[in-house]
């Protein structure tokens, strides 16, 4: 392990991916961390997610290891921070509030297939991921109708994930950058990063608004703009917004217990189509309003809300539950995904430039993989073998330095 | 040629004027209103069922008002669609020209589907009024407490009588038609408290005497609604105002206190009062949520923040036009003048003609006038200190003072989005439309610090950003909108 005494790290980005960088290292010992966002903390992607901790939607591979690390990590790392140092950040008590804000709801997974074909490929899938390591359960239609009472009872095969969490995600950032603070770590918000310092091809510093903030390392966690800002210091990434819409609903009485979604979703989430695709993701918040996703489009950052958009949200939604008919929409938002070609978050450091290190590339998973990407990040950066492997992640593989698109870099 | 399609929404007294001119100049109008019938807030009519001989009563201008209204609704170029609400405005890709499609859901606001359609306007005015902003203090959700906008409603619109003992509290003039339609509906008014002294009041009202724009038709109507209340021994106080209800399951007391010009309370001088209701009104909030939408840029003014426009009432927005209330408060009369010159020029008519002169000399009026309320009725910095920890400030999702006040000092909550994702304020079903502006105002206060500038794509945090406008049903969502105008088609013949 290499000695990090007084290594001065910036992270570049207060999301969620930023957060639990920093508040990695910062429990690591020997790091000086800042956090710097141009807006403020969990304000942007972080906050337009539905909060999915999820291995159901994964099939076997680097994604999955990633993802079985992070669903081990979190019930430990909210635990700690609950229990975490008197006089946090949080104030006295403030990090078990912080804590329970998070909503950490080990609620489960439900995937309904309504088709034949979408049944036979549901199974397969289901067999490769237990293979895995990942407890796929079928339940029969009683036992289906049990679990969710207003589901439909048209459809031809049903899965039980049990791992699958979900959190309310602006909170948790909130509670792991809390806990960062708490440990030394400190944040600016509201300044954005303008460009590159280096010396000897090192980056040393980066140029501000503010002036210049100079580091030994910096962790780009931008999200959807981190391609840009990766340009910004002179080491482009393909990493490109995706966008994606969620509906709210007026609150109801307990209508859907786990998150529930259409088989056709790990199909949506695996394709690189440009154009629209959705699929049904139903899912409760504790404050009553149910949730209902999905859709994936690649259309730059364009934040345009899109009626026909909504009713196809709409629609798929109802064929998993149609009961939901005369419920009202009070809301909607959406948010950019973070997507690179080849569906692989990018972890690591850039070999192009020394200093820069690369955390991003999360697609709509960044909420639930984010503790495990934090954990790799500083075993890569002390020089400690990694749990996982870390090849399949690295910056210099095609899809992030091969076809970068400069059109939608400059969008 | 095909025949220039506006279309206006809300029916109130600028966008019945708006579509009347838009109509003179030759376009084909389709005017819209949530309401079943127009008139808006101001020309509230009883229903039709009611029967009532005398539906004018309790209105100003009722005549004038019923001559627009028919010469409207009965133009062969007009369609006029009642009970009809804007779920969405959808704008053009970036980049591209054209003007917002125009999102609508028809029939009664709890019905179930209700048909879409979606209109393709080649003009839009937005005319969709403001409501009651009403400050919290404690014991303001207690039933018995009204919007004093609501209470003119149920006056006005339902003759209801809302009590024996009414206190009314706030500020602006609004407080007095509402007393008299009070009165006029058979309701005890114990006294008007106007929270703002006279010094301020007087000040505001002779600021810039050179330009001592008479709204003659404004300045009469309240010198009516002065010599009601005299006429009925309502006493009218400044300077002070209900700082706590009390009761038992509805409001049975009401605890006054004397302000300083600041709003802050004058230790000592609390009173409580016997009331069996209470109305409040402090200002108005404009209904930004579709210039928003629309992509209009706002102006920032001490009375809050409006839709910017120019001197033809265009906003930053092409093809989109504001009137009424959403530009500035200004009351009736100006919100008719601003809606007039919107819908000529929305229309396609002449800009030079000389009788638009005299509109943009009324509309110039009504702006002063607009200043002038706001310097008068100013809401005091020191509102805040009526609070309490417990005091509740969103209703819908029980969100206390207390709650607002950790969550802003928390270093990592101190993002607005965070802190209201966290506090759930606003995220009830009334989306934030009472509480909002309170809200961001609370939080900017209490964590001292403004936001950075926001992501590319994601709209700044802003109390009026409802992208769905009008809650809609997942199974009237789901369904596809009827085929694009047919109405403004058939009608233009």
Redesign the interface.
Known sequence: MRSMNGTRVVVLGAGIVGAACARELALAGGFQVTVLDRGGAAEATTAHGEGNVLVSDKGPGPELRLAQLSRRLWPEALAAIADGPAGSANGPSGSADAVRAVEWDPKGGIVVATTEAGADGLHRFAADQRAAGVRAEVLDADALAAAEPHVTRDHTAALHYPEDAQVQPAAAAAALLGDALAHGATLRTGCEVLGARTRGGRLTAVRTAEGDLAADLFVNAAGPWSGRLAARLGAPVDVRPRRGDILVTAPLPPTVFHKVYDADYVGAVGSSAEDLQTSAVVEATRGGTVLLGSSRRRTGFDDRLRPEVLAAIAAKALRLFPGLAGVPVMRAYGGFRPYVPDHLPVIGADPRLPGLWHASGHEGAGIGLSLGTARLLRDLVRGTEPEIDPAPFRVDRPAVLGALAPSEESA | MTVRQVVVIGAGPAGLAAAASALAAGAAVTLLDAAERPGGQYHRMLPEEYGAARPGRLHHGWAAFERLRRRVLGHPRCTWLAETAVW?L??P??GHPGLP?V?TLTGPADG?DRPRR?LAPDALVLAPGAHDRVLPFPGWELPGVYAAGAAQALAKGERLVIGDDVLLAGSGPFLLPVAAALLEAGAGVRAVLEANPPRTVARGWARRPWELAEQPGKAAELAEYTALLAHRRVPYRMGRTVIEARGDGRVEEAVTARLRPDWSVIPGSEVTVAVDALCVSHGFSPQLELPL?AGCALLRSPAGEFVAVDGDQLTSCPGVYAAGEITGIAGAPAARTEGALAGWLAGGGDPATPALRRVRRNRDRGRAFAARLAAAHPVGSAWPGWLRPETVICRC?ETDYGTLC?AA??????????AK??T?AG???C?ARICGPTVAELTARLSG???????????V?APHR???AQ?????E????PAPSEPDTKESTA
């Not at chain 2, 610090?449 to 709209?459: E, I, Q, Y």
């Not at chain 2, 969502?477 to 596809?480: E, I, Y």
């Open positions: 969405a959808e704008r890709e970036p499609l999102h179930t979606t939408a999702e950790r000092t928390e270093e990592a909550g101190a993002a607005p989005r965070v994702l966290a759930r995220l009830g079903p989306q610090n403004s936001p950075g500038c926001p992501a590319d794509g994601l709209p945090a409802r992208p769905i809650p809609i049903r997942l199974g969502l789901a369904s596809s």
